[in-house]
């Protein structure tokens, strides 16, 4: 059933991990030089990875309980990512001369999340309305 909410939270999750990070930096030197996730290898994995969870998600619907795991899945790979960008954030403070302001490329991960943790809560209604279903039979 891909006309269920959770494929529209996916469809989000693939926008915000797939295209965005091409639009908006990540952060942005003192030289006017704006860094994007293409700069760095372990960027382009982990949101290449995400991407491809997002996708293989929403392409298992009849499997529930697979897609619920798959989510929470790249609900991890999110977090390593976000705690990466701030371990970098930080180690690279607004104070130090290499960067000198962040961009919203940066909360990306954490948009993710939330529309992650919203799909699988509307996969955790569905699986609890098919299972009432089953013990009506």
Not at 54 to 60: G, M
């Amino acid at each position: 059933m891909l006309q269920r909410i959770q494929t529209i939270y996916l469809a989000l999750v693939f926008v915000l991990a797939g295209i965005l990070p091409f639009v908006f930096p990540l952060w942005k030197m003192t030289d006017g030089n704006e860094f994007y996730f293409m700069g760095t290898v372990g960027y382009q994995i982990l949101f290449g990875l995400s991407t491809t969870l997002a996708v293989i998600s929403i392409i298992t619907f009849k499997n529930r309980q697979q897609q619920f795991v798959l989510n929470r899945l790249n609900m991890i790979l999110n977090l390593i990512l976000l705690g990466l960008f701030v371990y970098r954030s930080l180690n690279l403070s607004g104070e130090t001369p290499a960067v000198s302001e962040k961009g919203i490329g940066m909360f990306l991960p954490i948009f993710s999340i939330v529309f992650l943790v919203l799909a699988n809560k509307a996969i955790k209604k569905d699986e609890d309305l098919v299972k009432s279903v089953d013990r009506l039979r």
